[in-house]
């Protein structure tokens, strides 16, 4: 009697499975369609993937800035056609930058097989954000849930709009939550009692993924870390048949994992510094944001304000401090599924540790957006299963409810209420004369340029180099249609950039024709002759 109704479940986990593949995957495509243009950062990942660094370097310092040269030039340094070049990404990214190789690495093949187009870096993400989903089953059915549990929680992560917004962006994110969901997947399997070839396996699956989180993010030492603490409670705490836990085997993992990331790419151990650097002094005010932004981002994941979220923290803190209801709930707790335990833990090791170290301003950014916890939410998606383990006949009804009335039509809203700097006309500089930009930021050039041809002239230098140069702008170089972009960054300043306004406007008719956060796009043409009249 009872293979009837367990068949019947496992049908609904596959339909629920193809659902969140389905969903998640459209969502995808929807955000990026959303989103036209290279972002700043994914600027970053382009000329990082693109093993030419160090020239694109030497090239914004005086080698092409600050004359007229061919778009192509400057765009040689983030469209690599070259397989050779890929030994330059990890020793450009130790120099240069706080992250490690691999993400870069595997985007330069990637961009090798399928080319240099906008769509080419989200596509990636697709890829790695399906398998996601397929990992959160496999990890949730070795923790002990069954298949429907699994798929749930895969489809709360597959729609959640702060997830889907990671998708948008070409950076590492998507690919260290798979990263994560595998290595704790290994821990647990190294976890488990076994013997021989086994656990020889599973050894080696948790060095491959140990080793590949911390190549592919430097905050993944977090959560190598807590694998570290759950490996020595399996000496401490004993199983529910008085057994302990294997605890050498997923140690030998961790370990081998870190050696093998400190070799292959010794100058990841540097990031945290670099981080550093970059970070101002701590202050109560911007305390107080950054707390305010943990809330905002942690509810946006579920699709409820950040208020929501503190309130509930607190509610939690309060029952659990009241004697009365901490001896109704300690007695449940102790008698919850051991899967859930594990689930918890890496919880508040990823979303606790990441949070942790921003709100003691030691590291970047200045307020935590949703991308920063890649790590956290596939444990979070376990969430509304738990909460709506209240109601243990409705649970599977009411958490596909929540993820199809609420979180779905949340995440397809999203992108048309924010429209940000995304939505900048960047592709109208396609039809562009020439063009101006008053930056040489490696997130700047790639952003701006990339629909541009490559034999458009293209004068980028920093705004006294514009300056420098505005007796040649009256002499019709601009041709019949330019465009000045400012960007306000890296000492650039508003006095500057209206200068050179005034000077373009002496010999040509100037309209501004996008303007959001620190960027500035205006198109430039000459100034109608005047007609003389008898």
């Given amino acids: 009697m009872s293979r009837a109704p367990s068949s019947r479940r496992n049908l609904i986990a ?52 600050g004359r007229w ?9 983030w469209q690599s056609d070259r397989l050779s070049d890929l030994g330059n990404v990890g020793p450009d990214l130790a120099k240069f930058d706080v992250h490690p190789p691999l993400f870069f690495a595997l985007l330069h093949v990637w961009l090798e097989v399928t080319g240099m187009h906008k769509w080419a870096g989200p596509a990636f993400n697709l890829v790695a954000a399906a398998l996601v989903m397929l990992c959160i089953v496999g990890l949730a059915r070795q923790l002990g849930f069954d298949r429907l549990e699994g798929a749930l929680a895969a489809l709360v992560w597959a729609v959640s709009p702060a997830v889907v917004s990671i998708s948008s962006l070409t950076r590492q994110y998507d690919l260290v939550a798979l990263l994560t969901v595998l290595m704790v997947w290994g821990l647990a399997r190294t976890a488990m ?42 000496v401490l705490l004993p199983r529910q048949d008085a057994k302990r836990r294997p605890w050498w085997p997923p140690l030998v993992g961790l370990a081998a994992g870190t050696g093998l990331a ?59 401090a ?22 918890l833990y890496f919880l508040l090791v990823t979303a606790g ?5 921003n709100l003691l ?13 890649a790590m956290a939410w596939p444990f979070i998606a376990f969430m509304p299963l738990l909460f709506f383990g209240i109601w243990p006949r409705l649970r599977t009804v009411l958490t596909t409810g929540f993820c199809l009335l609420v979180l779905l039509p949340a995440t397809i809203a999203t992108p048309l209420i924010a429209h940000n700097s995304d939505r900048m006309p960047i592709r109208q500089l396609a039809n562009a004369d020439a063009v101006l930009i ?28 514009l300056l420098a140069q505005k007796m040649e702008w009256r002499s019709g170089a601009l041709g019949q249609k330019a465009y000045y972009v400012s960007v306000l960054r890296a000492g650039a300043v508003r006095w500057r950039r209206n200068r050179i306004l005034a000077n373009l406007s002496k010999t040509n008719d100037v309209r501004k024709i996008s303007g959001i956060g620190l960027s500035e796009i205006y198109e430039i043409t000459p100034k109608a002759a005047p007609v003389n009249t008898p």
């Fill in 14 to 65: 596959v339909i629920v499975v193809l659902l969140a593949l389905g969903l998640g995957t459209g969502l995808r495509l929807y955000a990026q369609n959303e989103s036209p243009n290279v972002q700043h950062d994914a600027a970053w990942s382009y000329a990082s993937a693109a093993g030419r660094m160090s020239p694109f370097l030497l090239a914004t310092n005086g080698g092409l800035s």
């Fill in 69 to 77: 040269v061919p778009a192509g030039d400057w765009q040689y340094y």
């Fill in 193 to 234: 009692p076994r013997s021989g070839w086994r656990r020889w396996a599973d050894v080696v699956w948790l060095t491959a993924a140990t080793a590949a989180a911390l190549l592919t993010h430097y905050q993944a030492v977090i959560l190598v870390a807590g694998g570290a603490l759950y490996a020595f409670a399996g």
């Fill in 262 to 320: 400190a070799i292959l790419a010794p100058g990841w151990t540097q990031a945290f510094g670099r981080e550093g650097s970059k970070l101002d002094g701590p202050s109560f005010a911007v305390f107080t944001d950054k707390l305010g932004a943990v809330a905002q981002t942690l509810g946006r994941f579920i699709a409820v304000p950040g208020l929501v979220v503190a309130v509930a923290a607190a509610i939690v803190i309060v029952l659990f």
């Fill in 322 to 343: 009241v004697p009365r209801t901490r001896r109704i709930l300690v007695p449940r707790i102790r008698r919850a599924r051991p899967g859930w335990w594990t689930i």
């Fill in 353 to 357: 540790g990441i949070s942790l170290q």
């Fill in 361 to 373: 301003f030691l590291s970047m950014p200045p307020l935590l957006s949703a991308r920063y916890l």
């Fill in 438 to 465: 008053d930056s040489v930021g490696v997130g700047v050039l790639p952003r701006f340029l990339w629909f541009v041809p490559g034999d458009t002239p293209v004068f980028a230098g920093t705004q006294e180099e």
